[in-house]
């Protein structure tokens, strides 16, 4: 099974602070993603990447930033955290045209 | 709209029962991705189709990307089976491998 670590596995942020959200892989997989969900909700993109130093927008990455120094890194930046950030943030990496594999969650309250 | 359609919402099973969960899709997908998030909140690779079926202990997976659906079976219902099932495809002519999930089913064993 691939892995995909991802830390902390828990924060507690203030609003208005700044939060990094890590994420490390021992796969060599190219693809790296950022996924938020919330309660009710499926999994939702915020913010991927397919090689190091570049990224790509997703689907919600307003009040996002994303970083990629290396192919086995990607972190996830809250600039400002608001206390609509408070969800569970997943980190996944894949291979061109295969599965994504998925860290364990981090649960991230911004109070 | 959504363009996967998770259903049910919610699913309770006696021990030993069986069901099916299904996702609709708006448009042609190219593979399927079904994932547990289990009670310490870690997304579990289920199965990953491109087409046809497949089975895996008492889960078996099922891909019809013409028609437009995927389904996922449990048979004879464990409590570990407990959780939140989601489906998630992989849109066409996409080359970053980008998941839409759907809202997931949440499992519970009736005692």
């Known amino acids: 099974e691939a892995a995909v670590t991802q830390s902390p596995r828990s924060k507690v942020a203030v609003t208005g602070g700044k939060v990094t959200l890590s994420c490390h892989q021992t796969n060599n997989h190219d693809y790296m993603y950022w996924y938020r969900q919330d309660t009710g909700h499926g999994l939702r993109l915020i913010h991927y990447?397919?090689?190091?130093?570049?990224?790509e927008k997703g689907d919600i990455p307003d009040g996002y930033k994303a970083s990629r120094p290396s192919q086995e890194n990607f972190s996830l930046i809250l600039e400002l955290a608001s206390l609509s950030q408070t969800a569970v943030y997943f980190c996944?990496?894949?291979?061109?045209?295969?599965?994504?594999?998925f860290g364990h969650g981090t649960k991230l309250s911004v109070l | 709209g959504d363009q996967v359609e998770q259903s049910p919402s919610a699913l309770s099973l006696h021990e030993g029962t069986g069901s099916a969960l299904r996702c609709n899709f708006t448009?042609?997908?190219?593979?399927v991705q079904w994932f547990r998030k289990n009670s310490r909140g870690s997304l579990i690779n289920l199965f990953y189709?491109?087409?046809g079926t497949k089975e895996n202990g008492r889960l078996k997976s099922a891909f019809d990307s013409k028609e437009r659906y995927s389904t996922l079976h449990i048979r004879d219902a464990q409590l570990e089976d407990s959780g939140t099932y989601f489906c998630a495809a992989f849109l066409p002519g996409t080359g970053s491998n980008r998941l839409t999930f759907g809202k997931g089913t949440k499992f519970s064993l009736i005692p």
């Open positions: 996944a990496s894949s291979a061109g045209n295969e599965r994504l594999f």
């Open positions: 990447s397919y090689v190091a130093d570049s990224t």
């Open positions: 189709l491109a087409s």
């Open positions: 448009t042609t997908m190219r593979a």
